[in-house]
């Protein structure tokens, strides 16, 4: 496919700061301002759809990890304008470096198909699953330990977790 190999993103980290983040491109080159992705978003290559489903898209992230920028596991990178409406508890978000997984990832393995059986996907995310994500990564943060790091990557290479709720984690 014509294009660049990697796909570069500003993201929110640690401490409120941007970086860069880098992906495998699963998508033409377009202009497109949409924020969310649809499972039959018609951007997506047929190559594409197989890195975005084994989530090898991502492993260009490790550059971002050894980096600094990035941790194995921590609640995902938000793009600018998100992290900026984080307020009161929410905004211990920045208190850790974001990571490659997270029980926000885990807890939604099927984001694209979820959006795409929504009437309008970009509100959808804006008011019901982005901050649910912030509420799961909330939970995260306060319950961090190196065991519910290793369960999560566990979970994330083998299996998937069902819904987070605090009752369903291990520690």
Do not use: H
Not at 20 to 28: D, L, Y
Not at 31 to 53: A, C, P, Q
Not at 88 to 110: A, C, F, H, M
């Amino acid at each position: 496919m014509p294009g660049p190999v990697f796909f570069r993103q500003t993201r929110i980290g640690y401490r409120c700061t941007p970086f860069s983040i880098f992906k495998f491109r699963s998508m033409v080159v377009n202009n497109s301002e949409l924020s969310v992705t649809l499972k039959s978003d018609e951007r997506i290559t047929s190559f594409g759809r197989f890195l975005r489903k084994s989530k090898s898209d991502e492993l260009p992230q490790l550059l971002n990890i050894l980096k600094g920028e990035m941790s194995f596991v921590g609640p995902r990178p938000d793009v600018p304008g998100y992290s900026d409406k984080l307020q009161g508890e929410d905004q211990l978000l920045w208190t850790v470096k974001p990571g490659l997984t997270g029980l926000d990832s885990i807890s939604y393995p099927n984001e694209e198909e979820l959006l795409d059986r929504q009437p309008d996907p970009q509100r959808y995310y804006d008011e019901v699953l982005w901050p649910e994500k912030v509420r799961i990564n909330v939970l995260y943060i306060k319950n961090q330990s190196f065991w519910l790091d290793i369960e999560i990557l566990i979970r994330t290479l083998f299996g998937r977790w069902k819904k987070a709720n605090p009752g369903e984690m291990t520690t």
